[in-house]
Nanobody, 123 residues
């Protein structure tokens, strides 16, 4: 059974930083592409970043490019999202997601999801 557990969210002032973590209980973790999505109140869930299983290549939404960095530790079965230069518009619940079959910016690609961690950025 696949389980994803996010942590690291919280309240931070604009310009600050947070590091989100996602612990994955997946036997073949290194075969999964891992992504972060977020959902702000009243808005649809949106793609933030993904790290591919094979090459470790990364991709970012334009809104976070240059500020956020995704990484993974296959030995520890962890995925991280380092968020710098946070803005009030980054306020959302952040979700970790896993896909065994490819990777994309669409949430439909990802079969497994965590419960989310709240990030609140004050102005």
């Amino acid at each position: 059974q696949v389980q994803l557990v996010e942590s690291g969210g919280g309240l931070v002032q604009a310009g600050g930083s947070l590091r989100l973590s996602c612990a994955a209980s997946i036997r073949t973790f290194r075969q999964y592409s891992m992504a972060w999505f977020r959902q702000a109140p009243g808005k649809e869930r949106e793609f933030v970043s993904v790290i591919m299983w094979s090459s470790g290549s990364t991709s970012y939404a334009d809104s976070v490019k240059g500020r956020f960095t995704i990484s993974r530790d296959n030995a520890q079965k962890m995925v991280y999202l380092q968020m710098n230069g946070l803005k009030p518009e980054d306020t959302a619940v952040y979700y970790c997601a896993a896909s065994l079959f490819g990777s994309s910016w669409s949430d439909q690609t990802y079969a497994y999801w965590g419960q989310g961690t709240q990030v609140t950025v004050s102005s």
